[in-house]
């Protein structure tokens, strides 16, 4: 209550009745005003207290109080309102927090900008977490591309780290990043700070999972042709899957912009336009990098410093170099290329393609009589082999030189070989891999692709040979663990169980999934805001003010809009303030707390001549009053109450009503104008200064000072009430859809336009078509993928088993949002979004390699997964589960809600599908072979379809149906399985499972 009033009134007789609390709660719209003479309901400033049938009175059980100071923050003053606010934060923080504590109290504040300010400390608080977790991926990289040589070549470690291959690959994600920022920002579209935090997620999970893709793929090619020929085998091997994979992610991120929540829409535009960019970055800048590093390796040279060579310890203890051409211009040089001491010599053509190819089939000849099978070189696949001893590593350099000499190989000979994982490679490891302990005529010895060693000696695109690394290790994994055991029937019966109750399970949850986003996650744990929230939560029992905001209202006698309004005597039954009313019984279905504080009400009455203290004017001319018809005030509010003889002329407004009961137009013209600026006091409690300052919308242009009210209409004027007591985030968003449906009706009915407003709408709104927008951001990029995997892979079935994986992918990962207490809002859409993107990269690139393949299903997704498992799983799924893991130790909960969590579910469920279901799928109800249909419309015509090691040295049994039907299997090893698949004749081939 104003101090002034409370001090006059305690002075008063003992037998007056002074004010009390108790007395101020109940006339709190007459004697008992604010400061500003503004009447303060007690539901608004008092908490604490309770709500049901065991409440006393206000005094007794409040425990809890708000003050608010009203802050004029219009564009004018709104430099000085920040600087204010900035100034009251800080002052709140410590002297008022002090003082709280000193009584016994808790204070919780905040400002207009303390969420701004506080999300900007958000921003800089965890900065030093991302870029750790960007760092682990960046360290995890570099990584899982290199490589550990034998304890006698350690020196060998700097070399084989490739930490400048990673470094590279990194920065051409940023650079994808970067460019769609500035295209984006080139066309008008806003940076937000979800963009600027998940689109780098995403692309590096995209880039980095194609960086391992291709170094893998030019891992598997034959390293005795040209390092060219191998990066455009490698690339032709590759490009297929990696096209796929990025074409349906930018058109799902490109579908993903019809939805009408901007954040979302803004982030899918930014995210297709980086998948785009860093694709074509992939395919031509980093190959290019790809190939400068495999050189860089070959000739043994310091990773970051290539100017700097190696040296290298061989099985003998001599320091060699590794033997390769020094000459720069020759281009095309290989180890098994040059000759003479030290890897010096002329340049041997029989190298070439054209040579290697010659080769290929005189050596192939020699084995015509063992069966025949059918691959493309590009597509062979070269195991990594042990290192051997000197002694092994001679008889094996013995067997294999008799089979490229003597042109012909037993076939107990090659079978051997490929048991006991002996290796020309290994034998070359043994005499130090220099090409003068070989013959250097191109045509009288050939040593198969198997038998090279490793990175750092005459085969550089193997996957490291000897050398110990986390692509070998995976790659054996893969070849003699996880494969094999998927295609166990038990296994997959397992497998398909589990799947499928995990499915069941997650769509029974969706249903629960909460719609929102709860201030307290967005914010620092430390915010000063999250006592603010906690309290307002708890003590207040009341909501925000809402709004009824009513548009064109023809004030003029013969209108009946202002009967359509009001509540009093004579109004329209069903007006706008009477539907308040009622909706304020109804509480817990309408949100709507009490009755409308009506301007129009308080007006009528203001200007009725039964109260003839209120709407007054003055007949006479007066210095202190104005000229005639001026207003004067009520007698109790200055100069009346000092000078009783000075208002003793002033009269009623009206003498009477006018027909009808309600003011002409005119009237109102003058006299609302007087009621906004009369002060209420106990003489007239109807004054509309203070309740209505900012009810009516205000036109310096207009003669009135209120919009539209010269020409006998108001613009635009609000009705206020008050939400109840919202608590949750359910509670905000069900409080501003009943309030929708409540003026959608009254506008209808009463055919006057009314729509709500209150504070938290325009952040709540984007909540009202969440289920929606969820649908159509995860349906039409779904619609999209299969689109693109059907028009890639010519094969219907097989995109709908992608469609089926990537739907169970979502569904499972929302059942995970749900147990991880995530909840749906546009941080979540948008992760949902990229979660979609890179899905594709779990089962795209296994799904390719699976239609490329030929032979029977199991054979078939066994291939998949020694082909694409191992860069899938250190490419995609180890890297983003080493940057996940340091968000678990972000300040901010949104970070370890909504990133981490929600991410760590996204790589388990993505790895799972992947790597788990789709092969076991395939292996059952899988399409069926590119290959297959291509033999089945000419089977005449010779097919170079990959052929797949899916022993454990890199044997490959290939079979081909004879006359009988029978399948004779023959042990074939590294090149000469390749020899034999140019030499061979028509006929239909399997790999034999």
Not at 37 to 64: C, K, M, Q, W
Not at 74 to 103: C, D, G, H, I, Y
Not at 472 to 501: D, K, S
Not at 597 to 622: E, G, M
Request: glycine fraction near 8%.
């Amino acid at each position: 209550m104003d101090r002034a009033l409370y001090e006059s009134e305690q002075k008063k007789s003992p037998y007056a009745v002074k004010l009390s609390p108790d007395y101020c709660f109940g006339h709190w719209a007459t004697q008992c005003r604010s400061a500003f003479e503004a009447p303060i309901d007690p539901h608004v400033v008092l908490g604490g207290f309770s709500t049901g049938p065991d409440f006393r009175n206000y005094s007794a059980d409040t425990t809890a109080f708000v003050v608010t100071y009203p802050i004029d923050s219009s564009p004018a003053n709104r430099a000085a309102a920040l600087a204010w606010e900035e100034a009251f934060v800080q002052l709140a923080k410590t002297e008022l927090s002090s003082m709280a504590a000193a009584a016994k109290l808790s204070l919780a504040f905040q400002a207009e900008r303390s969420v701004e300010d506080e999300l900007k400390r958000e921003s800089y608080a965890d900065a030093s977490v991302v870029a750790i977790s960007y760092l682990v991926m960046l360290g995890y990289i570099a990584l899982a591309l290199a490589a550990l040589p034998p304890p006698q070549q350690l020196l060998q470690v700097f070399v084989l780290s490739r930490a400048s291959l990673g470094a590279g690959g990194v920065l051409i994600v940023a650079s994808s990043v970067a460019g769609s920022l500035g295209l984006c920002s080139m066309f008008g579209m806003w940076s937000t700070l979800i963009i600027m935090e998940v689109i780098p997620f995403l692309v590096l999970a995209v880039g980095v999972d194609n960086m391992f893709v291709l170094a893998h793929a030019l891992a598997r090619q034959d390293p005795t042709l040209p390092l060219v020929t191998r990066a455009g085998l490698a690339l032709g091997s590759a490009g297929p899957s990696i096209t796929l994979a990025a074409s349906c992610e930018v058109l799902a991120f490109g579908l993903g912009s019809l939805t009408p929540m901007p954040a979302v829409r803004n982030f899918s535009l930014c995210a297709a336009t980086a998948v785009l960019l860093d694709f074509i970055l992939q395919v031509t800048v980093f190959m290019a990098l790809l190939v400068l590093d495999s050189k860089r390796l070959q000739q043994s040279r310091l990773d970051c410093l290539p100017c700097i060579r190696v040296p290298y310890r061989d099985a003998t203890g001599q320091w060699v170099y590794d033997d390769v051409s020094e000459d720069p211009e020759d281009e095309e040089s290989t180890l098994l290329g040059s000759s003479g001491p030290g890897g010096h010599g002329p340049r041997n053509d029989g190298w070439s393609l054209a040579g290697v190819t010659s080769r290929l089939k005189g050596l192939a000849g020699s084995r015509g009589n063992q069966g025949s099978g059918t691959a493309d070189p590009g597509e062979m696949y070269y195991a990594p082999q042990q290192e051997l001893s000197p002694t092994a590593a001679a008889e094996g350099s013995g067997s294999v030189g008799a089979t490229a000499t003597n042109g012909s190989t037993a076939p107990e000979t090659s079978q051997e070989i490929g048991a006991s994982g002996t290796t020309m490679g290994s034998a070359a490891a043994a005499t130090g891999g220099r090409a003068r302990d070989r013959p250097s005529n191109g045509g009288s010895m050939f040593t198969p692709a198997a038998a090279i060693p490793g990175v750092t000696k005459s085969g550089p695109g193997l996957l490291h040979g000897d050398k110990l690394s986390l692509q070998a290790l995976l790659q054996a994994y893969m070849e003699r663990v996880h494969a094999p055991l998927l295609m166990n029937p038990l296994v997959q019966l397992v497998v398909v169980a589990v799947f499928i109750t995990g499915l069941f399970v997650a769509a029974a949850l969706i249903p629960r999934l909460s719609v929102g986003l709860d201030q307290a996650v967005a914010l620092p744990r430390d915010s000063y805001l999250q006592t603010y929230y906690r309290d307002v939560m708890s003590y207040l029992r009341v909501g925000p003010p809402l709004f009824l905001v009513v548009e064109g209202v023809n004030v003029s006698a013969a209108a009946p809009d202002i009967n359509k309004l009001c509540s009093v005597a004579g109004c329209n039954q069903d007006s706008l303030s009477v539907r308040v009313s009622e909706a304020a019984l109804s509480p817990a279905s309408t949100y709507i707390a009490s009755p409308a504080a009506s301007w129009v009400d308080d007006f009528l009455s203001w200007i009725n001549p039964s109260l003839p203290k209120c709407c007054r004017l003055n007949p006479d001319d007066s210095p202190q009053l104005g000229p005639p018809g001026s207003r004067c005030p009520p007698p109790d509010q200055p100069p009346c109450s000092t000078n009783a003889s000075l208002c003793a002329a002033c009269q009623s407004c009206l003498s009477e009503l006018p027909v009808g009961g309600r003011p002409h137009a005119a009237q109102v013209s003058k006299f609302l104008p007087w009621f906004l600026e009369s002060v209420p006091s106990e003489g007239c409690a109807k004054g509309g200064a203070g309740a209505y300052n900012s009810a009516l919308q205000k036109d310096n242009n207009d003669p009135t000072g209120i919009a539209g009210l010269s020409q006998g209409m108001i613009t635009a004027s609000a009705f206020r009430t008050y939400h109840t007591a919202l608590n949750r985030q359910h509670d905000f968003i069900a409080a501003l859809s009943a309030a929708r449906s409540f003026t959608e009706q009254a506008s209808r009915n009463l055919g006057i336009r009314v729509y709500p407003y209150s504070v938290f709408h325009i952040f709540f709104e984007q909540y009202l078509n969440t289920r929606r927008d969820a649908a159509l951001l995860v349906g039409l990029p779904l619609l999209a993928i299969f689109s693109i995997c059907w028009l890639f892979t010519s094969s219907l079935w097989g995109s709908v088993i992608l469609l089926v994986m990537l739907l169970s992918l979502m569904i499972q990962l929302a059942g995970a949002m749900y147990m991880a207490g995530i909840e749906v809002n546009a941080v979540s859409l948008v992760n949902l979004a990229m979660a979609l993107g890179i899905a594709v990269e779990f089962c795209a690139h296994i799904l390719h390699s699976f239609c490329v393949s030929h032979g029977s299903r199991v054979a078939r997704a066994k291939a998949a997964l020694v082909k694409m498992g191992a860069p899938v799983t250190s490419g995609i799924t180890l890297t983003k589960f080493a940057g996940v893991v340091v968000l678990a130790f972000a300040r901010t909960q949104i970070f370890e809600v909504y990133y981490f969590r929600l991410y760590l579910a996204l790589v388990i469920l993505g790895a799972a599908h992947g790597l788990v279901l789709l092969p076991v799928v395939l292996s059952r109800i899988g399409p069926p072979s590119w290959s297959d249909r291509k033999v089945a419309a000419s089977p005449t015509s010779m097919e170079l379809e990959p052929s797949r090691s899916l022993g454990v040295q890199g044997e490959q049994t290939i079979a081909r149906e004879d006359a009988a039907g029978r399948l004779p299997a023959v042990a074939a090893t590294g090149m000469a399985a390749t020899a034999a698949a140019l030499t061979s004749g028509s006929g239909q081939q399997q790999i034999i499972d």
